[in-house]
């Protein structure tokens, strides 16, 4: 079956993460970036998970911990990561369990942040150590000035909206664009 992608906003949003550990830690930073309202449960806390932003729960986790929330991380050894996604099969709630992609009904990628770009790959959870070396090849490829590129096509995009030029002609408007800005880089 094929992944659906998105990008989530999660601004003022519950986000759970079930786990205490350096797994959890890692996972809470990209969290709170989006603007998630982070809660974490777990029966032990790593010191890097205490900090500001960040609601600390510490105990086992229940069902109920998912009542709210809009996306959940399992973080935690394989039976609570089961046990997180058997309580949010009937919320609606997707789950992120970490290396355990039959828990899981959402697949974190190999996520590249590069001038105001965002681009995530995914091989469905199969081999997330792919996903992670695909990520640096396509950050060597994308240029440093990706940042004036962004802001060439926000703008471009304001005007065409405006003029309703249409969908299928904006992407080569877009390229001669591009194309023209390296000419006067040049």
């Known amino acids: 079956m094929d992944l659906y992608p998105v990008f989530l906003r999660l601004n003022g949003r519950e986000v759970l993460v079930v786990g205490g550990g350096n797994v959890a830690a890692a996972k809470v930073d990209a969290l709170l970036a989006a603007g998630g309202r982070v ?17 600390i729960e510490e105990r086992e ?9 809009w996306f959940a991380v399992a973080a935690g050894p394989p039976e609570v990561n089961r046990a997180v996604a058997r309580a949010a099969e009937s919320r609606p709630v997707f789950v992120n369990a970490v290396d355990d992609t039959d828990s899981a009904s959402a697949y974190l990628g190999g996520v590249l ?40 096509a926000q703008e471009l995009r304001a005007h065409w909206k405006a003029d309703a030029v249409p969908l299928r002609l904006r992407r080569p408007l877009l390229l001669r664009a591009l194309n023209a800005l390296y000419r006067e880089a040049a």
């Open 39 to 55: 809660t974490v449960v777990a029966p032990r806390i790593a010191k890097e998970l205490r900090r500001p932003g960040v609601r």
């Open 61 to 69: 986790f229940s069902p109920a911990d998912l009542d709210g929330k």
């Open 113 to 152: 942040r590069k001038g105001g770009v965002t681009a995530a790959i995914s091989t469905g959870g199969r081999s997330p150590a792919l996903a992670g070396l695909l990520r640096e090849a396509l950050e060597a490829l994308i240029p440093d000035d990706i940042e004036s590129w962004a802001q060439v």
